[in-house]
């Protein structure tokens, strides 16, 4: 009796291992697989990055913790290249002392078409803004007005709508990039070679023009 319950237990013991090694086998097959889908999605997207060469371009960004449903289609306009021609121009306006512009987006809301404007400082500790939303008039005269973590995708907040578009200008200034604070000086001499005159030695710092901003206000 005691043979019989061990061969049933030695029994029981070979059906789970050939189970297990059933199911390890599916799985290393399973990887055989994946990888060979990879390796022909790579392929498939080579050769569309081919064919899409003289097209404008349109560059993906490190994505973000946030939720972003529909992804907005980032445009890159670093200092001298152009923009689309359906794509309004905003760099000439909204460099300010002691920041440099990173991005913009466009959102469309039921009061019309809206703009914010995303800056990273100049000098000292890397800090990141972004401007209220603005009309296509009243957005040149943006100015930060609160410190943003948006700059990357225009999602300021988990299931906020993703804007129309994003422009970005300087995006390897961007939060996401660790070696974004030694890389300033590079975009600020690239910035210069394109005449800009704007003071980036200045250290900007929001809670301080903000408080310069109302004591103009009161006087």
Known sequence: MKNTQNL??????????????????????QIDVDLDLLRRRYETASEEESASESRPKIIPFPGSCRYQPEPAPPFIAA?????????????????????ILIAWDKRRTEAGERFTAYWVTSAGKARFYASKQFSPDEFPRASPDR??????????????????????????????????????????FALKQQGSKVN??????LTIEKNRSATVKRA
Not at 200 to 205: E, H, I, T
Request: proline residues 8%.
């Open 8 to 29: 049933q237990k030695l029994g029981e013991i070979a059906v789970r291992l050939e189970n297990c090694i059933a199911k390890a086998a599916y799985e290393l097959n």
């Open 79 to 99: 200092p001298g290249m152009s923009l689309p021609l359906d794509i309004p121009d905003y760099r000439p306006f909204l460099q300010r002392d002691g920041l």
């Open 147 to 188: 410190k943003s973590y948006a700059a990357e995708d225009g999602i300021e907040f988990y299931g906020q709508s993703a804007p129309a578009y994003m422009v970005h200008v300087a995006p390897e200034l961007m939060m996401s990039n660790p070696r974004h604070g030694e890389l300033r000086l590079a975009h600020i």
């Open 200 to 205: 980036f030695g200045y250290k900007y710092l």
